[in-house]
């Protein structure tokens, strides 16, 4: 079993940046693709980004895309989610997420270990 923990989440303007952390213990996350999920209030949890294990390869959501960027730091168990021009609307609850086996895509049901959260504010 793996345990996450994110942190890095904070309150900040809109056109501004914050670097989320998600660190592993229990087991090494080289064995697992990564996901970034958000929830915002009154809303579903929805699909932020995607790393596989090497970190060769990523994917986001169009919402996202440009200015947001994943990796990860096997070495220090650690993935990153860089975020950048901020805007209102990035408002959300932040989590990381383990992938199940060698799935690598959007579906959050598809995802087992889970972050508590942090909470990203961007003030217009």
């Known amino acids: 079993q793996v345990q996450l923990v994110e942190s890095g989440g904070g309150l900040v303007q809109a056109g501004g940046s914050l670097r989320l952390s998600c660190a592993a213990s229990g087991r090494t996350i080289t064995s697992y693709v990564m996901g970034w999920f958000r929830q915002a209030p009154g809303k579903e949890r929805e699909f932020v980004g995607t790393i596989t294990r090497s970190g060769g390869s990523t994917d986001y959501a169009d919402s996202v895309k440009g200015r947001f960027t994943i990796s990860r730091d096997n070495a220090k168990n650690t993935v990153y989610l860089q975020m950048n021009s901020l805007k209102p609307e990035d408002t959300a609850v932040y989590y990381c997420?383990?992938?199940?086996?060698?799935?690598?895509?959007?579906?959050?049901?598809?995802?087992?270990?889970w972050g508590q959260g942090t909470q990203v504010t961007v003030s217009s």
């Open positions: 997420a383990t992938a199940r086996g060698s799935y690598y895509g959007r579906n959050l049901q598809l995802y087992d270990y």
